[in-house]
């Protein structure tokens, strides 16, 4: 059903500020993940996470405020979090490629069609390009913020078929899940109306950048080009494999039926809509 697949987890699932890096949940995502890859499935990571593992190896009480801070923390966390991938892929056989981007990889022009020939050169090959927004340079003129929007963007420039972000919730409620426990799931989105947004009350953690807001939004990317997303808890990366099935999990985003061109999806993602 889907043959390319990218894949975001967040903040929340792979780092804590005291214990550092969830290594357990990286090698049953790279379990799963290697599974798919057998199948002959295309695979795609955007991981967050750097600053977290960087502020737990620090031995920091909080996320830093300051830039120069943020992209220090970013500079120790992001080797760790790669050497952890690494060896949980490993075991597989299974190679990886790191791509830290930033927003002018996917505005210019030029950037974008390298980025995407990087990709697919990768994808062929059989590894799994690893992406993050490159914390370490990136300054509020060439940075996206959040990794939910650029997992659409990179889904989007690399011509996925699905794109599955894996959350601490289980999906978009009809209320706030962390103050209200009878909050219910919504299990299918065919449009994202007001109504929907007015949803997407903010819940994020401290190590987090973004938020239900933001993955709405890649949502909406994701439907204009053609794809379909889904978000779901990801405490147990098996889900993925669910999901990938056709089994219902978390909340489904349907696509647009008519697809758009990869010209019109690079301008969808610099706020150009296409004409």
Known sequence: MY??????????????????L??????????TLALLLEEGKEICIVTSGAIGAGVAALKLKEKPK????????????????????????????????????????????????????????????GVIPVVNENDTVAVD??????????????SNLVGADLLIILSDVKGLCNDDPVNNKNAKLIPVVVKITRKIE??????????????????????????????TMVIADGKDPAVIKSIVSGEPNGTLFLPCEKKMTDHEIWQLMNGCPAK
Request: proline share 2%; glycine share 10%.
């Open 22 to 31: 969830n290594k357990g949940r990286i090698l049953k995502l790279a379990k």
């Open 141 to 154: 003129e060439i940075k996206v913020g959040d990794n939910d929007n650029i997992s659409a963007m990179v």
């Open 3 to 20: 043959k390319r697949i990218v894949v975001k987890i967040g903040t929340a699932l792979l780092a804590d500020k005291v214990k550092g």
């Open 66 to 125: 300051t830039i120069p801070e943020k992209q220090a923390t970013a500079a120790i966390g992001q080797p760790l979090l790669m050497e952890a991938y690494v060896h949980a892929f490993r075991g597989h056989g299974v190679l990886l490629g790191q791509l830290l981007l930033t927003k002018d990889d996917f505005t210019d022009r030029k950037r974008y069609l390298n980025a995407k020939n990087t990709f697919e050169a990768l994808l062929k090959r």
């Open 198 to 227: 007015r949803l997407a009350k903010s819940s994020k953690g401290e190590l987090a950048a973004g938020g239900m807001t933001t993955k709405l939004q890649a949502a909406k990317k994701c439907a204009a080009a053609g794809i």
